[in-house]
Structure formats: C-alpha cells, structure tokens
C-alpha cells in the first residue's frame, strides 16, 4: 500500500517510522511519502493560509498550494487512484469499518489541516476527479485537535494493522473489539497473564481451567457486561 501525508509539519509523522508501522514501511508492505506543504506555496514565506471570506476568527488554508501538492503527488503518470482522506471533526466519525474498508485500498492521501481548516473547495474538486477514488472527511471523535497529523497517525495505524502479514498473529484481530463478526458491537473484555495472582488480586478461575468453550463464554459475558458498562449506545 502507498501512503502519502501532506503536512506543515512534516516531523510531526516521524513516529509512522517506529513500531508496527514503521516495521510495515522498513519491509515494503507500506510505501510511505511524508511533504512538506509549504513547499508548493512559493511566495517569500511559503504561506499556506490567509483570512476568512465572511470575516470571522483564525486563518482558513489556501486551496493553492493544496492543489498543487496533491497534483503533484497523483500526477499524469500515477499508478492508480488514491482515496484522499481529511481528518477534520467535522467529518464522519473514524471508525473500525473504515479502518477495514482502507486497509484493502491501494493507496491513499492524507491531508492535514491546521488553523481553521482547508478551503472546502478542495474536498469538492478531488470528490470530482475521475482520477482520484473519492474524499472522505473523517473525524476522531467529538473534540477539536490542533492540527489534521495527530488524527492521520492514529488513523493509518488502525489501518496498517490489519493488512494482512502485518501483525504476527493475526487471530489477535479477529478477537479485537469492534472486529466484524461477533465482536462487531462489543468491546473486547478484560485480559490477564502471569503472574495469577498480583499483590492480592487473583485471574478468574475459570481462565486456569482448560475447558475452551467455559472461557469463550465467559469472554462472551465479558465484553457483553463491559459493553453494556462502557458503551451503552453499542449494546444491543
Ligand atoms: N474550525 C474547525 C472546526 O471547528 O471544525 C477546527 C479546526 S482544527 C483547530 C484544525 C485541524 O485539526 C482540522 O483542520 C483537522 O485537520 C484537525 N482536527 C481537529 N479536530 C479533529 C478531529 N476531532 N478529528 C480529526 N481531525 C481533527
């Protein structure tokens, strides 16, 4: 899979080099392509931003330099379609679903914003493009970051862990909360491992017990009572 982060911060995506994902970029299962934003607005100050039309606080992101940085990347030659992906809280919520629905894509296109967000007339022109595979403005949940970079690091690590060969055992997703299938509503229940009992605290008994289906049911009731707990909106 190809990633390409657009940022003016570019540094801020030097942790894609660490872990699980930088793992995944060191073995050629993710090609990735980190830029610098600034680079495509060539004025003395390489400035991306300018004020609202309509007045209002805070600067809004230029569609020019935008433009010309995701031009630049999906050029003539591109091979393929990129999905282009904005993080904004203004977007549909980022979601397990889509972290699977991205993992099979070939390539996608991460725009951060900053200061009050992108000119919307980039979302609407890329939407349009044949030569791009859509615009979906996600956002992480109901709160407002700084910038776009915090959020397209978690979602493309939710994304890069379910490529398969990625993680080294991959049954470890089937059981995550929110995995399609069983778990698709629940959260996943509590865990333990050694030592069994820790300054007085003891595992459950049944988990010494051997019998496989009393502890798939007794992780069943788990993620159910957490669920219901945790996520009452989930729990059907
Ligand atoms: N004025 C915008 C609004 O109220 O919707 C907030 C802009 S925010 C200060 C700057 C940037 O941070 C956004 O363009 C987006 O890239 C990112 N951001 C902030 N909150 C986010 C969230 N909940 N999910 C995803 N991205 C977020």
New binding site residues.
């Given amino acids: 899979m190809r990633i390409d982060i657009v940022s003016i911060f570019p540094d801020y995506l030097e942790p894609l080099r660490l872990s699980l994902v930088g793992k995944a970029v060191e073995g050629g299962v993710i090609d990735l392509h980190v830029h610098d934003l600034r680079s495509f607005a060539h004025d003395r100050h390489h400035t991306v931003d300018d004020t609202p039309y309509g007045g209002g606080p805070?600067m809004v992101m230029s569609p020019t330099p935008w433009g010309e940085a995701l031009d630049c990347i999906a050029g003539a030659d591109a091979a393929g379609r990129p999905v282009l992906i904005?993080?904004?809280?203004?977007?549909e919520r980022f979601t397990q679903q889509a972290a699977q629905q991205w993992s099979r894509d070939d390539w996608l296109v991460f725009a951060?914003?900053?200061?009050?967000?992108?000119d919307t007339r980039v979302m609407e022109h890329y939407a349009r493009r044949s030569d791009w595979a859509g615009v979906r403005e996600?956002?992480?949940?109901?709160?407002?970051?700084?910038?776009?970079e915090a959020?397209a690091l978690v979602v493309i690590e939710a994304v890069v862990r379910l490529i398969p060969g990625v993680l080294g055992n991959s049954a470890s997703v089937e059981d995550d909360s929110f995995a399609p299938g069983a778990m698709e509503q629940l959260l996943e229940g509590p865990v333990y491992t050694k030592p069994p009992v820790w300054r007085d605290l003891s595992i459950p008994e049944v988990l010494l017990s051997g019998h496989h289906g009393k502890i798939a049911s007794w992780r069943a009731d788990q993620a159910r009572a957490r669920t219901k707990a945790h996520r009452p909106d989930l729990f059907r």
Wanted: aromatic share 8%.
């Fill in positions: 805070g904005i993080p904004t809280p203004s977007g951060c914003g900053r200061y009050e967000g992108i996600v956002s992480l949940g109901d709160y407002v970051l700084a910038g776009g959020a």
